[in-house]
């Protein structure tokens, strides 16, 4: 930040009463009987409308540039003129709703993400939000958690990937421009780890795997440039995220050098009484500021009770002081000061702009996975009657997934419209909205789209599910449906991996479709038929089963590892003990070989080449997205058995060929150790160029040190 930026913050708070200093810290979530005399006496800091939209289920009533104008006007009628900064959940989209982000992350397309996210930024800010509350950057690892929807999946090399393109993508080369927004890395940190998949329980992780998987994303969203972090809810190892110093200003602050400011989630603060590790609130307040949470999200303990406790000596007047500064900071790198108000002209030009409709269609097609598709069933050709069923056959504002408040339903094309428009004129649709019509009109057709998954309100804020298989009734309609002998392919809509090892079998061909977005319905329609081709890859671990969860590609070895011949390595004795489908995985119309898998040396010192052959081998073009894995074979700790350290989408014609290289660093190599330090250490190392994380080519390298 320049010098006279920074000398002008300075001299503001040098100016500050208390009052208006607590104020800053101070986020309100005005609700019908808010006070306008506290935004003019300088008491808030920031204002968010989530009525209507609480933890991600529903819609609230979208702000408006004139709404926002008017409550900014009030607030810059206050003695020091400081503007508020409006913050909301925009997580996937504003009006234009792309595919959550756990789809988004299945494209393994960080560029695309960047693009999505600065089209995202373009609507929010037309209305006045020039702060949301994403990227959420959790890793996820128990897909019982609703908000696995919400992240990248369970890896940090890929979360680390498009944590940073998002940043990049909200906030641009130049927060100040009217059509950035603030970005917010959220929850920090652990929150993922909640046990059972259950939100708001706490969690224990150790120090090196916090730090090697949890927190990447966050790091990669700080080195992007992140202007904001959400401490989390999430009792980590004992310490609530939103009172844990460690976390917040020894490793966020001290090691990693961010200087943005911290929120704390939703009443996180006042929670810490909850807790058990607060008294009462000004002893909650105390904590979370000490600890480094510098905006206190709508709990207002700091507004109630740190004047009190600054009176009573009970904490420095400097932390209070730092946070203000940070929230400042933050402001008028936004442009606020300079820039107040917003133009109410853009949000005729800047919602729903085709050029963005265009960007969500492209990012559905590349969010699909194809897990299945048995002779090739798919892209369906020759089809004379198509039979179309299942509870997604009219799905709508279903297609947007959890976290959308700002969607509307009318702005998407439903599904069966959506499909009508990219059938081909030679196939019949025939839709059924109940089974028993399904199964009467199945003797009559050629083929079954079955459209099954689970709707939204599954996902999301405490969206949790004990069970991972389709909801009810839905198993049972598609063995009705697979006893007829006709040609199936099952669509699945979901916001998590759903455990599918009975439907699988059941059908020809399987389309893994998350919630797709606002275009997801012609999306599908394109795949379904051809006009696209599916380049989706898993970006979480699908289990065979709920009680196989939890389980990960980047797992350690055991010492009794699942393939060894001892008879003691079953995990379970009535299921397989691999996932049904590995992370990284995904089928295309086409097939690619690897080849000629090279290495630029056999000893890395500082980095080597990984080179290998990519040939697509089939007779349609496609796109593979080819993957980079490394395995540490002895470590002073133990090593998982393979982690991802670079992937590349490569787009081949039928016959084409390139090489592919990757350049492998030392640091890629090092991990945390349990003294805390972080280092690669000399010894033998396997490495991958494969489809996914448990094929490909193989080949091995020494690390010298
Ligand atoms: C919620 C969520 C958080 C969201 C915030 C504001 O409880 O945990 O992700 O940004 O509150 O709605």
């Known amino acids: 930040m320049s010098q006279d930026a920074e000398l002008f913050i300075q001299q503001l708070l040098a100016q500050m009463t208390l009052q208006e200093k607590i104020g800053q810290l101070h986020q309100?979530?005005?609700?019908?009987?808010?006070?306008?005399?506290?935004?003019?006496?300088?008491?808030?800091?920031?204002?968010?409308?989530?009525?209507?939209?609480?933890?991600?289920?529903?819609?609230?009533?979208?702000?408006?540039?004139?709404?926002?104008?008017?409550?900014?006007?009030?607030?810059?009628s206050a003695r020091l003129h400081i503007p508020l900064i409006f913050g909301r959940d925009v997580i996937h989209g504003f009006r234009t709703i792309f595919p959550i982000p756990l789809a988004q992350?299945?494209?393994?397309?960080?560029?695309?993400?960047?693009?999505?996210?600065?089209?995202?930024?373009?609507?929010?800010?037309?209305?006045?939000?020039?702060?949301?509350?994403?990227?959420?950057?959790?890793?996820?690892?128990?897909?019982?958690?609703?908000?696995?929807?919400?992240?990248?999946?369970?890896?940090?090399?890929?979360?680390?990937?498009?944590?940073?393109?998002?940043?990049?993508?909200?906030?641009?080369?130049?927060?100040?421009?009217?059509?950035?927004?603030?970005?917010?890395?959220?929850?920090?940190?652990?929150?993922?780890?909640?046990?059972?998949?259950?939100?708001?329980?706490?969690?224990?992780?150790?120090?090196?795997?916090?730090?090697?998987?949890?927190?990447?994303?966050?790091?990669?969203?700080?080195?992007?440039?992140?202007?904001?972090?959400?401490?989390?809810?999430i009792d980590l190892n004992g310490i609530p995220a939103t009172a844990n110093h460690h976390l917040l200003t020894e490793i966020l602050r001290g090691e990693w050098g961010f200087d943005g400011f911290v929120v704390s989630d939703w009443e996180?603060?006042?929670?810490?009484?909850?807790?058990?590790?607060?008294?009462?609130?000004?002893?909650?307040?105390?904590?979370?500021?000490?600890?480094?949470?510098?905006?206190?999200?709508?709990?207002?303990?700091?507004?109630?009770?740190?004047?009190?406790?600054?009176?009573?000596?009970?904490?420095?007047?400097?932390?209070?002081?730092?946070?203000?500064?940070?929230?400042?900071?933050?402001?008028?790198?936004?442009?606020l000061f300079d820039q107040p108000f917003t133009d109410p002209q853009r949000e005729k030009q800047d919602l729903l702009r085709p050029e963005a409709r265009q960007l969500a269609r492209e990012f559905a097609r590349q969010s699909i996975v194809l897990l299945k598709n048995q002779a090739n069933l798919l892209p369906l050709q020759g089809i004379r009657r198509l039979l179309v069923t299942g509870p997604f056959l009219r799905a709508r504002a279903e297609l947007f997934g959890t976290w959308t408040p700002d969607g509307r339903g009318e702005d998407v094309t439903p599904l069966d419209e959506g499909l009508r428009q990219h059938t081909p004129r030679t196939t019949e649709l025939w839709f059924a909205d109940s089974t028993d019509m399904a199964l009467h009109m199945a003797?009559?057709?050629?083929?079954?789209?079955?459209?099954?998954?689970e709707h939204p309100v599954r996902s999301g804020e405490n969206g949790n599910v004990s069970d991972l298989r389709l909801p009810p009734g839905q198993s049972e309609f598609l063995a009705a449906l697979a006893e007829l002998g006709k040609p199936i392919v099952l669509v699945i809509f979901a916001g998590r991996p759903l455990?599918?090892?009975?439907?699988?079998?059941?059908?020809?061909?399987?389309?893994?479709?998350?919630?797709?977005?606002?275009e997801g319905a012609a999306a599908l329609a394109e795949i379904l038929f051809g006009e696209a081709a599916p380049s989706g890859r898993l970006p979480i671990t699908f289990p065979r089963?709920?009680?196989?969860?939890?389980?990960?590609?980047?797992?350690?070895?055991?010492?009794?590892?699942?393939?060894?011949?001892?008879?003691?390595?079953?995990?379970?004795?009535?299921?397989?003990?691999?996932?049904?489908?590995?992370?990284?995985?995904?089928?295309?119309?086409?097939?690619?070989?690897?080849?000629?898998?090279?290495?630029?040396?056999?000893?890395?010192?500082?980095?080597?080449?990984?080179?290998?052959?990519?040939?697509?081998?089939?007779?349609?073009?496609?796109?593979?997205?080819?993957?980079?894995?490394?395995?540490?074979?002895?470590?002073?700790?133990?090593?998982?058995?393979?982690?991802?350290?670079?992937?590349?989408?490569?787009?081949?014609?039928?016959?084409?060929?390139?090489?592919?290289?990757?350049?492998l660093t030392e640091e890629q190599l090092a991990f945390t150790r349990s003294d805390g330090s972080h280092g690669a250490e000399p010894g033998w190392f396997d490495v991958w160029v494969a489809p996914d994380s448990s094929s490909g080519l193989h080949a091995e390298f020494r690390y010298e040190g």
């Open 28 to 76: 309100v979530s005005p609700g019908g009987d808010f006070d306008l005399n506290l935004l003019r006496t300088g008491q808030v800091g920031s204002l968010f409308n989530a009525d209507g939209a609480l933890t991600g289920q529903g819609f609230s009533k979208s702000s408006s540039a004139e709404q926002i104008n008017h409550l900014q006007q009030q607030a810059l």
């Open 499 to 518: 455990a599918l090892e009975k439907e699988i079998p059941l059908a020809n061909a399987v389309l893994y479709t998350w919630h797709p977005g606002i």
């Open 443 to 453: 003797h009559h057709s050629d083929a079954i789209l079955l459209l099954l998954g």
């Open 105 to 233: 992350a299945a494209s393994f397309n960080p560029e695309l993400a960047e693009q999505a996210a600065a089209a995202t930024a373009r609507e929010a800010s037309a209305t006045g939000i020039r702060w949301t509350f994403a990227p959420m950057l959790d890793i996820a690892r128990d897909p019982r958690w609703g908000r696995v929807a919400e992240g990248n999946g369970e890896d940090p090399y890929l979360g680390a990937q498009m944590a940073a393109a998002l940043v990049r993508g909200y906030q641009g080369d130049d927060l100040s421009a009217p059509d950035r927004i603030v970005a917010c890395a959220k929850h920090y940190v652990g929150y993922g780890t909640a046990e059972g998949g259950r939100d708001y329980e706490g969690g224990e992780v150790s120090e090196p795997t916090l730090r090697d998987v949890y927190l990447p994303p966050f790091q990669a969203a700080v080195q992007a440039g992140v202007g904001t972090l959400m401490s989390a809810f």
């Open 545 to 663: 089963r709920t009680g196989q969860v939890p389980i990960y590609y980047n797992h350690k070895n055991s010492g009794r590892p699942v393939g060894s011949s001892d008879l003691f390595i079953t995990r379970y004795s009535d299921l397989l003990p691999r996932p049904l489908f590995p992370f990284g995985y995904g089928l295309t119309y086409t097939q690619f070989s690897y080849n000629d898998l090279r290495l630029s040396s056999s000893t890395l010192r500082k980095q080597l080449q990984v080179q290998c052959t990519l040939t697509n081998c089939g007779t349609r073009p496609g796109s593979e997205v080819v993957q980079l894995y490394l395995h540490d074979r002895v470590g002073s700790l133990t090593r998982p058995v393979r982690e991802l350290k670079g992937f590349q989408r490569v787009t081949l014609q039928p016959g084409e060929s390139q090489i592919v290289t990757f350049t």
């Open 268 to 335: 996180s603060i006042k929670e810490l009484i909850a807790h058990g590790v607060a008294e009462d609130e000004a002893h909650a307040a105390r904590l979370a500021l000490h600890a480094g949470v510098d905006m206190d999200m709508v709990s207002a303990v700091y507004h109630r009770t740190l004047a009190d406790s600054l009176a009573k000596g009970l904490l420095p007047i400097e932390e209070v002081d730092q946070a203000v500064l940070r929230i400042l900071r933050i402001k008028q790198r936004a442009g």
